[in-house]
C-alpha cells in the first residue's frame, strides 16, 4: 500500500503537476507507513521521506527537500547499498542546486561509493556525472569533463539527452559555447520526447544563453521566454527568474548598438523597471546553482539604467548587490566587474572602472591558467568580451590614444598570452591522430573516379579529429602566470632604443565600424581613422582571391594576367587606405585581428625592403641570444610540391650541417621531434587551413597531415619556423575575438618568428625566393630583415609574413 500511494503520488506529479493531489498521495503512504508493524515501520517511514524529497526536487523546492532527503538516509539499514546510494545521490543534487557545492561533492562521491560496492552501475554512472557536474560548478572543466567521460565509459551504450545537457552547461562556462550549443541543439528534441520538463526548460535555457553570445539576439529572447514559461509551469521560481533577466539581456545588446534617442531612452527605462520586477522575484525564490536570479536581475537592470542615461539609479540598483560574488559561476563574477566598470565610466571615475576592468579579466586569467589545451585557453575569451568593449569604447572617449592602446592591448594579451600549456602526453590522442592522418593520406592517393570513398575516408577521419578536440579539454592546465599586457609606456621604451626614429608600431580596431589605427613610434602617440571598415574587409577578400588566381598554373594565362593587374591594383589601394596615413617609413610591427592578418603586408608597395612583423595583439619577445655556434636546421619537402624538393636542398645548402628530408623520409615524427629541437625548421609542403577546426590546419608530409592540435603541449626552443606551404599562415577568429591556426599555435609553444603564406604562393615562386631568404636569417639571425631582403627584388607579390613579437624589430 505504502508503494502504491508512493508510486501514485510520482505519476500524478510528471503528468498532471498536481502539487496538492501528489501530496495528498504522499500524506496517504505516509500514513500508511506509520501504521505499519514494528519491523517494517522505520524503512516505510524512510522510503515516504525520501519520495516526499524527490517529488519537492521535482518542482523546484530544493532547499526544502534536503529534510526529508536525511530522513531518508537516516532510516535506512547499513546493508541496503542501493538506497544509500539514491539518497545521497538526491541529497547531492539538492545542495548543489542551493549552492552547497563542498556538501553536493561530498554526497555523490558517497553515492558513487556505495553503488560501487553495490555493483549498481547505472547509479554509478548518475553520481560520476553528478560530480562532473559539481566540478563545473567549482571551475573545474578539465576534472568536470574526465568525470563525465568516465560516466559514459560506466554505460557505454546509454548516452543521454541528460548527460548531453550536464556536458552542455560544463562547456559553457568554459567558453566553449559552440560545441556547447550544438549539444543543446541535440538534447532539446530528446528531452521534449521523454517529458523531462525541469531538464527541457533547462536546456532551452541555456541554449538561449548560447545565442546571446552568439549574437543571434532574436532567437535568445524567444528561446528564453519558452523557457520561463515552461519553468513557471513546473513551479521552479528561481530558474523562472534567471529566464526573465535572460529575456532582458538578450534585447539590450540590440538596443545598445541602436542609435540613443528620446524614445530609447524611455524603453531603457521601461526595461530596468521590469529587471527590477525580476529582482524582486528572484528574491522571494533564492539562489540556484550558486546564482542568485535577484543579483542577476539587477546587475542588468543596472546597464538599462545607463542606456537610458540615468546614473543613479543604476548606482543605487549595484549598491544593493554583496560586495562578493565568490560563490557564483565565472560568467556571473564578470558580469558583475562588467556592471561596475561601466558604471564608473559613465560617471567619470575612470580609476574605479580600471579596477573593476582589471578584477574582472584577472578572473578569467586565472581560469585560463586551469586549461589545457590552446582551444580551451582561447575559448575562455568568449566570457571577457563585453567586459573589453567597455574598456574599450571608454578609453576611445577619452580623446587619449595611449589610454586606447593599453586598453586594447588589457583584453588582448589575457587569452592570446605566450603562457605555454603543456597537457600530458594522451597515447590515445596520439593514437586517433595517427588513424585519422592515415586516413586522409589514403584519401589522397585516390583518383577522381574514387570520390565516393575519399569521402568516406575523409568524413571518417573527421569523426576523429573531432574526438581528438574533446579529449583535449579534458587536460587540466599548467600554464603559469598569464603575461601582463604591454603599455603603450613600454612600447615607447622598446622603440626608443632603437637607431632609426621611424619605427612604428600600428594597432588596428574597429569602432562604430569605423577602422581605426593607434599609432606608437618613440615620439608618442596618435590615433588615425583609416576609413569604413566593410571596404578594406571587401579590398582584403578580393586579394585574396586575385593570389588564388594569380599563382594556379591551370587558368588561362589572360585570366591570370588579368588576376596579376588585379592583384597590384588591390595591393596599392590597400596600401593608400592602410599605410599612407601612419607614414610609416622603418620598420612596421603590425597588431591587429581578422581580417587585417591576412593582408601580406611585406607585400604592399611601401614596405619593400622594409622589416614588417605582424601579430594578433603585443607579444612580448622572449629571451633570446643569438647563437654562436653552429644552428641546427631541418628543411623538409612534403608530397606533391612540384619543386619542394629542390627548395628544402637549396635551403639546407645555406646551412652547414643541415638536416634535409625529401620524398618517404620527410615523415610527421621527424618533423615534430625537429620542431622541438632545431633552431630553425623549413617545411617546403602542402598545407591547408581548417576555417571550421582550426586546430586541424595541416601541413602535408609522406605519412599524412602533421596537424597543429598534435603540437599542442610541444614546447618550441625558441625557434625560427618557415612554412613555405600555400595558406597555411592563415586563422579563424573565435568568440572573443582570439586568433587560432597552425601559426598562433608555433607562436604560443614558444617559437621566435613564424614565416608563413597568408594566401595562395606558386611552388616556384617559392622555390625561388627561400633560400635568398635563409641566405639573409643564416648572416643575421633576423627573420624580418631576411623576408624583406629575400622580397627586395621579386618583380610578383609574394604573400609571406613574418608573425612575431615587438621585440622581434628592437635592437636591430
Known amino acids: 500500500m505504502v508503494r502504491s500511494h508512493l508510486g501514485l503520488a510520482l505519476a500524478t506529479y510528471e503528468f498532471s503537476m498536481d502539487i496538492d493531489a501528489t501530496t495528498t498521495a504522499l500524506d496517504l503512504a505516509e500514513a500508511e507507513a506509520e501504521a505499519a508493524p514494528k519491523s517494517l515501520r522505520r524503512g516505510l517511514v524512510g522510503l515516504v521521506s525520501g519520495q516526499r524529497g524527490v517529488i519537492l526536487l521535482r518542482s523546484g523546492q530544493f532547499a526544502a527537500s534536503l529534510a526529508p ?227 542577476a536581475a539587477r546587475l542588468v537592470a543596472a546597464q538599462w539604467f545607463l542606456r537610458a542615461e540615468d546614473p543613479d539609479s543604476a548606482r543605487a540598483t549595484l549598491a544593493e548587490l554583496p560586495r562578493g560574488f565568490t560563490t557564483s559561476p565565472l560568467t556571473m563574477r564578470v558580469h558583475h566587474y562588467t556592471a561596475r566598470a561601466e558604471l564608473a565610466f559613465a560617471t567619470g571615475d575612470r580609476a574605479r572602472g580600471l579596477r573593476a576592468v582589471r578584477a574582472g579579466l584577472g578572473l578569467l586569467a586565472d581560469h585560463r591558467s586551469r586549461l589545457g589545451s590552446v582551444e580551451s585557453v582561447t575559448a575562455a575569451a568568449a566570457h571577457g568580451v563585453d567586459l573589453t568593449r567597455v574598456d574599450v569604447e571608454a578609453a576611445a572617449r577619452t580623446g587619449r590614444p595611449s589610454a586606447l592602446f593599453d586598453a586594447l592591448e588589457r583584453g588582448r594579451s589575457t587569452f592570446a598570452g605566450t603562457g605555454r600549456v603543456t597537457p600530458p602526453d594522451d597515447p590515445e590522442i596520439a593514437a586517433l591522430l595517427t588513424e585519422a592522418r592515415g586516413l586522409l593520406a589514403k584519401a589522397r592517393e585516390l583518383g577522381m573516379a574514387e570520390s565516393k570513398e575519399r569521402e568516406r575516408l575523409t568524413r571518417r577521419a573527421s569523426r576523429i579529429q573531432e574526438e581528438v578536440r574533446e579529449r583535449s579539454w579534458r587536460h587540466a592546465g599548467n600554464a603559469g602566470a598569464v603575461q601582463h599586457p604591454v603599455t603603450v609606456s613600454e612600447v615607447r621604451q622598446i622603440l626608443a632604443g632603437r637607431e632609426k626614429e621611424t619605427d612604428v608600431v600600428a594597432s588596428f580596431l574597429v569602432i562604430d565600424d569605423v577602422l ?31 593570389f588564388a588566381m594569380a599563382a594556379n598554373d591551370l587558368i588561362p594565362a589572360p585570366l591570370r594576367a588579368a588576376a596579376t593587374a588585379s592583384l597590384a591594383r588591390n595591393l596599392k589601394a590597400l596600401d593608400t587606405v592602410l599605410l599612407a596615413p601612419l607614414h610609416a617609413d622603418g620598420d612596421l610591427y603590425v597588431v591587429a585581428r581578422e581580417p587585417l592578418l591576412s593582408v601580406p603586408w611585406a607585400a604592399l608597395p611601401s614596405r619593400g625592403g622594409l622589416r614588417t612583423s605582424v601579430n594578433s595583439y ?47 623520409d620527410a615523415v610527421t615524427e621527424q618533423v615534430r621531434t625537429a620542431l622541438a629541437t632545431h633552431d630553425v625548421v623549413h617545411l617546403a609542403t602542402h598545407g591547408q587551413h581548417d576555417a571550421d577546426n582550426p586546430l586541424f590546419a595541416s601541413i602535408d608530409l609522406a605519412d599524412g597531415p602533421l596537424f597543429a592540435h598534435e603540437l599542442d603541449g610541444t614546447p618550441l626552443p625558441g625557434s625560427v619556423v618557415i612554412l613555405s606551404s600555400c595558406e597555411v599562415g592563415g586563422s579563424t577568429q573565435v568568440l572573443g575575438g582570439e586568433l587560432l591556426g597552425l601559426t598562433s599555435v608555433l607562436l604560443r609553444l614558444g617559437a621566435r618568428a613564424v614565416i608563413a603564406s597568408v594566401a595562395k604562393l606558386s611552388d616556384e615562386l617559392a622555390a625561388r625566393v627561400m633560400p635568398r631568404l635563409h641566405a639573409h636569417l643564416r648572416e643575421t639571425d633576423d627573420p624580418e630583415a631576411a623576408l624583406a631582403a629575400a622580397l627586395r627584388d621579386v618583380a610578383e607579390p609574394v604573400p609571406l609574413v613574418c608573425f612575431s613579437s615587438v621585440e622581434g624589430l628592437a635592437n636591430r
Open 69 to 295: 532527503i536525511s530522513a531518508s538516509l537516516a532510516a535506512h539499514d547499513p546493508d541496503d547499498l542501493r538506497s544509500r546510494a539514491i539518497d545521497h545521490l538526491n541529497r547531492g543534487f539538492a545542495l548543489m542546486q542551493v549552492g552547497r557545492i563542498a556538501e553536493a561533492l561530498k554526497d555523490h562521491e558517497s553515492a558513487h561509493r556505495y553503488a560501487e560496492e553495490d555493483g549498481n552501475t547505472r547509479t554509478q554512472s548518475f553520481a560520476l556525472h553528478n560530480i562532473g557536474y559539481v566540478r563545473h560548478l567549482m571551475g573545474d572543466l578539465p576534472g568536470a569533463l574526465m568525470a563525465m567521460e568516465k560516466a559514459l565509459a560506466v554505460l557505454p551504450d546509454e548516452s543521454t539527452a541528460i548527460d548531453m545537457l550536464g556536458r552542455a552547461e560544463a562547456l559553457f562556462e568554459g567558453g566553449l559555447v559552440v560545441a556547447a550549443e550544438e549539444l543543446l541543439t541535440e538534447a532539446i528534441p530528446e528531452l521534449k520526447a521523454s517529458r523531462l520538463r525541469p531538464e527541457l526548460a533547462e536546456a532551452e535555457y541555456y541554449r538561449a544563453r548560447c545565442l546571446l553570445i552568439l549574437e543571434r539576439f532574436g532567437d535568445a529572447a524567444t528561446l528564453a521566454a519558452r523557457a520561463r514559461r515552461h519553468f513557471e509551469h513546473i513551479g521552479h521560481d528561481a530558474r523562472a527568474a534567471l529566464a526573465r533577466v535572460l529575456e532582458l539581456e538578450a534585447a539590450f545588446e540590440p538596443a545598445r548598438r541602436s542609435h540613443a534617442g528620446p524614445r530609447a531612452r524611455a524603453s531603457a527605462r521601461r526595461r530596468a523597471a521590469k529587471a527590477l520586477d525580476a529582482a524582486r522575484a528572484g528574491d522571494l525564490a533564492g539562489p540556484v546553482l550558486g546564482q542568485h536570479p535577484g543579483h
Open 516 to 546: 581605426r589605427c593607434v599609432r606608437v613610434d618613440a615620439a608618442g602617440v596618435t590615433t588615425v581613422d583609416i576609413g569604413p571598415a566593410d571596404d578594406v574587409i571587401e579590398r582584403v577578400r578580393r586579394l585574396s582571391a586575385d
Open 618 to 664: 603585443v607579444a612580448r619577445g622572449r629571451t633570446h641570444a643569438r647563437p654562436t655556434g653552429e644552428r641546427k636546421l631541418l628543411a623538409a619537402a612534403g608530397p606533391g610540391v612540384r619543386h619542394g624538393a629542390t627548395e628544402a636542398r637549396a635551403v639546407g645548402e645555406q646551412w652547414p650541417g643541415a638536416t634535409v628530408l625529401t620524398g618517404k
